[in-house]
C-alpha cells in the first residue's frame, strides 16, 4: 500500500509532462522556441509581454497557456499560430494585427485537420480573420473575444470561421466589427450558444451547406444583414435574439433553402424584415416573439408547409407579406397585436378568423416607393375593403384561431 | 432653325447615355440576384448586363452560371462578366476567361472556382493550389449536372 501511495506521489512529482516558461528574460524567450522545446503532454506557459511572432507552428499535443494576458502581434505577416494537433488548448493569450489579403484568408488562429482542442479565453484584436478552423472534428472555442475595424466588407474577414467540419462546440465567444461574426460551410453535428455577435458588416452568424447543427441563446445585434441561414437541412434554431437590423435590405433572419428546420422562442425585435423566407419546406415555427419589426414575416419564394403556431405578433408594421396566391403554409394558434375581432364564449380563442396578410403589402411588394403612403387613410381603406371580401390575397392563409391573449412564454 | 439646332444638340446628350454599359457592382450593398447574399468578395463577384441595360450582381461565379442556367438566357445578355482572381475588384469577359476549381482556393458559395483573365496566369496559379482549368463553357457544363 505504501509503496503505491509512494509511486503515486512520485508521479505527482515528477511526472512525466513538463512546464517550459516562456518570458523575455528566461531562458527562452520566444512562444516559437518554447513549442520547439516541448514535446507531448507538455505546458508552454507564456508570461505576460510582447511577442512580435507570426507563423507560430504547432504540431505538437500541447498546452499553450499564457498567464496574464500575454500579446501575440503578428505585425500583419501571415498568421498568427498555426495548429495542426490534436489534444491542444490555447489558452489566455490576445492576439493581434493580422495580415489583410484578397487571396489567402489570413487569421490569428488557423486550426488545420486536428481532433479534440480546446481554444478559450482569447482577445482576438484588429484582425482579418480571427479563427479558422479547417478540416478538424471535436473542438471547443469557448470564451473568446474576436474583434476588428472591419469598415469595408470586401477588405475584412469572419470572427470565427469554421470550413468542412464536424461535432463543433462554440460557446460564450463575442464577435464584433467583422464581416461576418460566425461563419459555418459544410459544417455538421456542431453547437453554437450564448454567443454575442454584434456590428457586424454583413451577417452576425453565416451557415451555408450545414446539415444537422443547433444554434441557441445567441444574441444577433446591430448587424449590416443580420442572420443568414441558406442550403442547409435540419437546423434547430431556440432562445435567440435577432434586434435591431435596421436597412433596405436588412433582415433579422433569412433562410434560403432550408428543409426541416425548427425555429423556436427566438425574439425578433426591430428588424426591417424579421424573418425572410425564401424556398423553405417543411419548417415550424413556434412561440417566437415578432416585436415591432417593418414585416414580421416576408415569404419571397416557393414555401412549401410552414407551421407557424403560438407565436406573438405585435406592432409590426406588416405581420406577413406574401408573393404568390398559392398558399400551402398553414397559421394557427397566434397571438396577433392588430386582431380587431371578439371572443364571445371566453374560451381564449377569437371568434372571428384573422388574415394576417394585408392588401397592402402586395402594392409595397410591386413598388416599394408606395410605402410612404403606409400610415394613409386611403391604404387602411383598401386594406380593409381586401379584409371584408378577399380577392387577392391567398384564400386560405388565414388563422382560424387567432389567441385573444399575448402569450406569455419565456423565450 | 434653332429649334432644329437645338434638338440635335438635345439628342447627341440623351444618345450616348442609351448605350448598354455594366453598373459597377456596390461591395457591400448589392445582393446577389441569385442566392441573395451580399456581395462582398472582390476576387470573386460576377455580373450581367441585359441588352436592355439592366446590371445584375452576384457573389459568386457560380451564382451566375446558375442563374443563366436555370433561365437559359445566356443569348439575352451584352455583358457576362467575372471577376479576375489576379487582380481583385476587376471584372474580365467570362466568356474568354480561363477558369480554375481548386480546394485550396475557396470561393463564396462553395464551388471553389475563380477567374482568370490570362490562361498563363491561371496556368501558374494551377501549378501552385493544384486543381483543374476549365472554360465557360466547360464551367457550365459543370454545373448543369
Redesign the interface.
Known sequence: MRLIVFLFLLNSFFGFSNTIEVCSSCAVSTITEGVALAVDGDTVLVKSGIYKEHNIGVDKEIYLLGEDNPVVDGEYKGYVFILNANNFTLEGFTIQNVEQS??K?YSAVRVLSSKYFTIKNNILKNVFFGFMIEKSKFGLITGNTVSSHAK???SSGNGIHI?HCSDMRIEKNHLSHL?DGLYF??VSESFISNNTSENN???GLHF??SNNNEYHHNEFRDN??GV?V?FSKFIIMHHNTFHFNWGT?SYGL?L?EIYDAEIHHNYFEQNTIGI?I?GCTRMNYQNNHFVRNGWAIKFTGGCYSNVFNYNNFMSNSFNLSYNSRINDNKFEANYWSDYTGYDLDRDGIGDVPYRPVKLFSYVVNQTPETIILLRSLFVDLINFSEKVSPIFTPEGLVDEKPIMHEIHDKY | MKNIFLSIVFLLIILPSCKVEPTPIGYGQDHCHFCDMTVVDKSHAAQYTTKKGKSYSFDAIECMARQLINDNSEEKMEFIQVANFAEPGNLIDARTATFLVSDKIKSPMGENLSAFNDAKIAQKHLEEFGGKLYTWAEIKAKLSK
Do not use: H, I, Q, V
Request: charged share 35%; aromatic share 20%.
Open positions: 484578397y487571396t484568408d469595408e466588407e470586401a470550413w464581416r460551410e459544410f458588416l454583413r451577417y451555408m451547406f449590416g444583414a443568414a441558406m435590405a433569412l434560403k425572410n425564401d
